[in-house]
């Protein structure tokens, strides 16, 4: 079964810049979509942005114009970039296909955004 391990996250400032990673290994998911997903204090877990095996794209309206998704299939690998970021982006972090029945949740990726 696959595995994935995200990484990239930490304790930044308002407005600054991190990109999270989210690699895979087990299988490869070059023909699989994939979404990265947060999850904050008392909230449900959300899908943030999802991309497609070829490529296309979708976000979630609260981070539209700040966070591009990306994947580069040879290293199966799912990139966050997220900018501008916000207080309310505070949460954990995490990938999966962007499917029903998802893969194991790892323990994401931790990403706090202060002031």
């Known amino acids: 079964q696959v595995q994935l391990v995200e990484s990239g996250g930490g304790l930044v400032q308002t407005g600054a810049s991190l990109r999270l990673s989210c690699a895979a290994s087990?299988?490869?998911?070059?023909?699989?979509?994939m979404g990265w997903y947060r999850q904050a204090p008392g909230k449900e877990r959300e899908l943030v942005a999802t991309?497609?095996?070829?490529?296309?794209?979708n976000y979630a309206d609260s981070v539209k114009g700040r966070f591009t998704i990306s994947r580069d299939n040879a290293k199966n690998t799912v990139y966050l970039q997220m900018n501008s970021l916000k207080p309310e982006d505070t949460a954990v972090y995490y990938c999966?296909?962007?499917?029903?029945?998802?893969?194991?949740w790892g323990q994401g990726t931790q990403v706090t955004v202060s002031s």
């Open positions: 999966n296909f962007d499917r029903i029945i998802k893969s194991s």
């Open positions: 991309i497609t095996g070829g490529g296309s794209t």
């Open positions: 087990g299988r490869t998911f070059s023909n699989s979509a």
